[in-house]
């Protein structure tokens, strides 16, 4: 299988979940799978696809995850049992039963079925997720999200750096100023030479 995935869904848990759907079924190991965002809220709990019928390549379009701060951030404003906001929530998360089954849906256009040809279950993509998408969890799917550093963090980060360049600052002056002091000293020497010549001239001979 060639997979092409245009998301940031984990890529070897879809590799490894398409694969085992497309030996299941008995589909071509040399299908290429496209994965990408789906632009709006469609299909079957918000996975939809596209595919080649009698042919060797699908599209999967996947809802975008949240990312955790920006539900913690709805959250706190609109309180964690809010109804409206736990129905966009799962809008938003991936579901394996529909992903399975769309899935399958469109490995059986590759496989030359039209839709007057599946069943209604298949065609509506409805049903118990097959038994070679058991095992898969929607976190499996999503790559670890980097934490943000806490205020804590930040600001100990802030001053390390800050404390850093202080130092940097002191001895970059500090080189400037023995510079400093060598060129005084030599200018003293050359001065202290002319105003000697000087006396010299007007002395009396
Ligand atoms: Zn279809």
Redesign the pocket.
């Known amino acids: 299988m060639l997979l092409k995935n245009e998301t940031t869904y984990d890529t070897r848990t879809l590799r490894r979940f398409f694969s085992a759907g497309l030996a299941a079924m008995g589909a071509s190991r040399f299908t290429t799978v496209y994965v990408r965002w789906q632009k709006r809220f469609r299909g079957t709990r918000g996975v939809h696809?596209?595919?080649a019928i009698d042919g060797r390549w699908l599209i999967m379009f996947l809802p975008r995850p949240m990312p955790a701060r920006e539900r913690a951030r709805l959250e706190a404003k609109f309180g964690a049992d809010h109804l409206g906001l736990a129905m966009y929530l799962k809008q938003r998360l991936l579901d394996v039963n529909a992903l399975a089954l769309v899935f399958e849906?469109?490995v059986?256009?590759n496989l030359g079925l039209?839709?007057a040809e599946?069943t209604e279950a298949a065609?509506y993509c409805q049903g118990p997720t097959p038994l070679w998408a058991h095992g898969f969890l929607p976190e499996h799917f999503s790559r670890p999200e980097k934490p943000k550093p806490s205020r804590e963090d930040a600001r100990a980060a802030l001053v390390a750096k800050r404390h850093a360049k202080a130092v940097t600052d002191l001895a970059r002056w500090q080189r400037k100023l023995k510079l400093a002091q060598t060129k005084v000293r030599k200018a003293k020497l050359a001065l202290a030479g002319y105003e000697r010549r000087a006396a010299a001239a007007k002395a009396p001979a």
């Open positions: 696809g596209r595919a849906h469109e059986a256009h039209g839709h599946m065609r």
